[in-house]
């Protein structure tokens, strides 16, 4: 994460649920313990930093350590949106810094087919910007793209 980029905030601060898998203190005068199944809203960029030690404890398959947190996938990264996705690219409606978003997630939890699949649909999405075909929203980085485009044309 860029210290000065306002993108990378954004970003990264987009919580997602997550849960513990064991009784959890927290570190606040209260000593609230975040028990198993209780739900905790975290940070992207926390969950980002905490992935090695807690999400994959050992990357020996041997190992029998669970991962301390579990993290539930993003509505917008489910399997029926990225069926959907797959289907009809041009027509998502794309949060603010999706691609973004995904690159964090992809990276955190090394989810090679989410990384394919939005791949495929940037790249059809490109052309529909190129021609201003696109029916669904744009993410900031393609409404970017649609500026330069735009200017591009109407300088030739």
């Known amino acids: ?31 609230i313990i975040a028990h198993p199944s209780e739900s905790l809203p975290l ?10 030690e807690v999400l994959n404890p050992s990357a020996n398959e041997e190992s029998e350590l669970e991962p301390v947190l579990t993290v539930t996938i993003p509505e ?16 998502a409606v794309l949060q603010g810094h999706f691609y973004d978003f995904v690159r964090v997630w992809c990276n955190v939890m090394d989810d090679e087919e989410v990384r394919e699949i939005v791949m495929g649909m940037l790249v059809e999405r490109v052309g529909s910007i190129w021609d201003g075909k696109v ?22």
Do not use: V
């Open 1 to 31: 994460m860029s210290y000065f980029s306002l993108d990378d905030i954004l970003t990264t601060s987009t919580q997602l649920p997550t849960q513990f898998t064991l009784p959890t203190p927290l570190n606040i005068p209260q000593a």
């Open 43 to 52: 940070p992207l960029w926390l969950i980002e930093h905490l992935a090695p």
């Open 76 to 91: 917008w990264l489910s399997r029926k949106a990225l069926r959907f996705y797959k289907a009809s690219a041009n027509n």
């Open 135 to 156: 029916d669904g929203g744009l993410d900031e980085w393609e409404k970017d793209l649609w500026k330069i485009c735009r200017k591009s044309k109407t300088n030739n």
